[in-house]
């Protein structure tokens, strides 16, 4: 009974250990070093029917606003992109921005983009907020974060050089998720290439 019981530890020990891997990596694709002091922070919506900000978005919320720099917090702007979910309800931008204001007391600059119904359009309605700025963070669980980057950096690559890493992926955050994230992800991801998959240099 031991041995079988070892093995199972063992096993689900390497699957956690293969989530929380993915996750790291993915985390740090397309990204630099950066420089500048004008930031932007995007925090890409998830579905959000209710009232409220759900579990997924008030996550985000959180993470970015701690991916908002010390010494770039006077020149960052905080760019919640989503739009409404059903055709009376609000839109995730605006439930995220209501959370990071009402909730976490956040008094910095926002942004909201409303229209976006796919990662696609995110990054599409978000570039004309982001051409001044000389760092771009985009924050979500890192695949659906690294597929953002890819899109922009299809869309505009002259921006796609300015991504820096955002604090969305914590060791042991999501422990139990980040096996189903890291299997979803590769579903999602297939469209990109070998090249947007790598890791950069910069986001080590």
Known sequence: MRPVVTGVATAGAAILAWGEWMNWRWSRALVGDGGGGAEGVVVLGYRNPQATANFVNRWRVRAGLRSVTADGAAGTRVIFSGGATTSNGAAEAQLMADYAKSVLGFDGAVILEEESRSTWENITNVIPL???????????????ALKARAYLRRQRPDLAERLVRADDYHLGEWLFAKPLLALYGLVTLRGLTADERKTSPGGV
């Open 130 to 144: 982001l051409e001044d700025v000389d760092r771009i963070k985009i924050v979500s669980q890192p695949a659906h």
